[in-house]
């Protein structure tokens, strides 16, 4: 057998012999052969590589791929907002009518200018300084901004607001991310940034001042709560005693409702212009005018360019400032500027100042002490030197006794009593009990105490208040802190489970809390490090923007309605104007604001009708009557007023009419 295979590996070899020999080589050439194609494979390999080294290099230089999803970001959110602001003009929109939307989209349109934004973004990258890139992060934000804008103008749709912000901010955090020279955002100015910030108060003072004034003289405001602050502040001109006579149905002091005294502090305003539209335009500057301090604060905590725009931005388009302007006219539109000059005085260490804030804030209204016992004992807990703690624990008590007086006070000698019950209902067991029943009630049940913190009817009000602020008041260890969110607790979310004014940002009760919520977000961010203090003011004032445009815009309507119908909202004030500044006035609530500065004037309402009747309840006190045509009311008062010879004085047909009581008459020959 071996002999076999031996023969056939002969046999094999000379075959092979054979077989090169035919084809004219010799194994040296074969060799040489195999040498050449691994080398040729290795440098065709080695080409390739350097080829997509070459293309990789080539990409970088135009920022690609490190910014190439910021960029589509930009480009993709810019071309989008183009889009909705195109059909917008048509009236086609972007959610309500998307099915009408989505064909109406240019395709080849929208590919071509994403595509001629992406180029010039992608140059611009090539030939900017590498210090200096932060064009497309830049760009990137102020897209995604412009698309919010764009949407969310005039919608009033809260929760398209919430799903915008969140979606926004997460691609704002994205890009922010991406920035690698952060120091050229702080590089701008201090005081540049504070003229930003200023203008942009302005601005939007601007903007409540002119529409809250447009709905007032659109017929808009009412008896409750703008018609009788417009009476009390005729009285306070006049003599000081803040006397109305439509908000209880009788002439009775405002301060014998609320203990809000701050009022005398517009008098001189109001007595140089005496104008239902002074308090609302007073109201927006009041508002507005906490931007100061709020600013100076975060300067103080070490937010520097973008970020302290940003965080004074988070102030003023805050919905929990905004907001509450739109319903009438309140005391607590003092609370911004005061609480926050209050919180500059406490985060300076300034305690003259601190003191004189402490003192207005509490005469603000009867449960504004609160606020100033809140910031008290966080000062006593916070404050490392003795005489910090002193001054907060001696001011805290101080407002604590003066809250506990002054509601005693009204519960005995005024209307406080319907004011607590109505409030603190929920926590009282005798009606009667005052604020020592609702302070006991918590203390022996606590547990009821904190089941009203999350109610179904307060957690909107909630979310709509904590998403903006994207929940930093909750970032943090120091448990004393959350003594400055107990306002929120106590004013909004306990009352406002059995008082559903009180869980709404469309109100005056969140103008407070929301003051202290920012002050919070300052100092959390302040204990979060440099890189997060630079990158979450920017989250926070782009939220604070986006809830505002959702929730706010649409208030423009007041503006463009008084232009439309300027000629009959003219005409209908000089119909009122006419009415004698000495008679007394039955109104309707709509009409009311607008003759309130006069002795007497009392809401006409259906109270005033007797239906069992069929009388009119005490007609002999109204000297004239101003009503609406075509209500249920007017209806059954006009053949009443024909029986007393009450006779039509004035009218605009089919809209409003005056109509005067026979006794006027007697009463003027009288004299």
Same mark, same amino acid.
């Given at each position: ?18 077989e ?24 065709k ?17 135009f ?8 960029r589509? *970001? ?6 989008? @907002?183009?889009?909705?602001a ?11 009518? +998307?099915?009408?939307?989505?064909p ?22 090539k ?37 915008? #912000? ?10 922010? &991310? %991406?920035?690698?020279? %952060? ?21 939007? &003072? ?10 007032h ?15 009390? $502040? ?23 409702i ?12 109001? %007595? ?19 931007i ?18 940003? #965080? ?31 919180? +500059? ?12 804030m ?6 603000? %209204? ?18 490392k030197k003795? *005489? ?20 005693? +006070? ?12 109505t409030?603190? @209902?929920?926590?009282?067991?005798d009606?009667? @009990? ?36 994207l ?7 120091k448990?004393?802190r ?13 009352? &406002?489970?059995?008082?559903g ?18 002050? #919070? ?26 809830m ?27 119909m ?12 309707d609530? +709509? ?13 006409l309402?259906? @109270? ?13 006190? $109204? ?35 005056? $109509? ?12």
């Amino acid at each position: 057998m071996e002999n076999n295979e031996t023969s056939k590996s002969i046999s094999a070899d000379s075959e092979s012999e054979t077989e090169v020999i035919e084809v004219g080589k010799n194994p040296e050439s074969v060799n040489s052969e195999k040498v050449q194609s691994e080398t040729t494979a290795a440098q065709k390999k080695f080409s390739i590589r350097a080829l997509w080294k070459k293309i990789c290099n080539f990409l970088e230089v135009f920022g690609i791929p490190d910014m190439f999803l910021v960029r589509f *970001i930009a480009v993709f959110f810019l071309i989008s @907002g183009v889009n909705v602001a195109i059909q917008k003009e048509d009236e086609i929109w972007a959610v309500s009518k +998307w099915r009408d939307f989505v064909p109406e989209v240019n395709g080849l349109r929208t590919i071509l200018l994403m595509a001629g934004v992406f180029i010039l973004l992608t140059v611009l990258y090539k030939f900017t300084p590498p210090k200096y890139r932060i064009v497309d992060q830049s760009f990137a934000i102020s897209a995604i901004l412009y698309f919010d804008i764009t949407l969310l103008w005039r919608s009033n749709d809260v929760y398209l607001s919430m799903g915008v #912000m969140f979606i926004s901010v997460a691609f704002i955090y994205y890009a922010i &991310g %991406k920035v690698r020279q %952060k120091k050229l955002y702080n590089k701008i100015p201090w005081w540049v940034c504070g003229i930003v910030v200023l203008a942009a108060a302005v601005l939007v &003072g601007i903007f409540i001042g002119v529409t809250t004034v447009c709905r007032h003289q659109n017929f808009g405001s009412c008896t409750h709560d703008f018609g009788l602050f417009v009476q009390m $502040y005729y009285s306070l001109a006049k003599d000081g005693t803040a006397i109305t006579t439509c908000e209880r149905d009788e002439a009775l002091s405002h301060f014998y409702i609320h203990a809000s005294y701050i009022f005398y502090a517009l008098v001189p305003i109001y %007595k140089a212009f005496p104008k239902e539209e002074t308090l609302l335009i007073a109201q927006a500057v009041l508002t507005m005018g906490g931007i100061i301090p709020m600013f100076l604060i975060a300067k103080r905590h070490n937010m520097k360019g973008i970020a302290l725009i940003f #965080m004074g931005f988070a102030y003023t388009f805050s919905i929990g400032l905004i907001a509450p302007c739109f319903y009438e006219f309140h005391e607590n539109a003092f609370l911004p500027t005061l609480l926050m000059w209050l919180l +500059w005085a406490v985060d300076n260490k300034k305690y003259i100042m601190f003191y004189i804030m402490s003192v207005l804030v509490c005469i603000v %209204k009867e449960d504004a002490p609160l606020y100033v016992v809140c910031i008290g004992m966080y000062m006593f807990f916070d404050n490392k030197k003795q *005489i910090g703690r002193m001054n907060g624990l001696i001011m805290a008590l101080f407002a604590g006794a003066y809250m506990m007086f002054i509601t005693n +006070w009204l519960v005995k000698n005024g209307d406080g009593q319907m004011m607590t019950s109505t409030r603190f @209902g929920l926590l009282m067991i005798d009606s009667e @009990g005052g604020l020592k029943e609702v302070v006991k009630n918590t203390l022996a049940d606590p547990a009821y105490f904190f089941s009203l913190f999350i109610h179904e009817d307060t957690l909107p009000f909630f979310l709509h208040i904590m998403m903006p602020l994207l929940f930093i008041p909750f970032f943090t260890k120091k448990i004393h802190r959350y003594l400055l969110m107990l306002p929120l607790v106590i004013m909004n979310l306990v009352i &406002g489970a059995g008082y559903g004014y009180a869980a709404s940002v469309g109100y005056q009760y969140i103008f407070g809390p929301v003051c202290l919520l920012l002050y #919070m977000c300052i100092i959390n961010i302040d204990d979060m490090g440099q890189t997060r203090k630079q990158e979450i003011p920017v989250l926070l004032g782009s939220a604070a923007l986006i809830m505002t445009l959702g929730g706010i815009s649409h208030n423009m309507s007041y503006y463009e309605n008084h232009i439309k119908n300027e000629e009959y909202f003219t005409n209908l004030e000089n119909m009122l104007d006419e009415i004698p500044q000495d008679a007394s006035v039955a109104c309707d609530t +709509w009409l009311l604001p607008h003759i309130a500065d006069r002795d007497e004037v009392y809401l006409l309402d259906d @109270g005033d009708y007797n239906a069992e009747t069929n009388e009119i309840r005490n007609p002999e006190r $109204y000297d004239f009557f101003v009503v609406p045509v075509g209500t249920d009311l007017t209806n059954n008062l006009l053949p009443l007023f024909e029986e007393m010879g009450i006779t039509l004085y004035d009218e605009i047909p089919g809209r409003i009419q005056v $109509y005067k009581s026979p006794l006027y008459d007697l009463y003027e020959n009288a004299e």
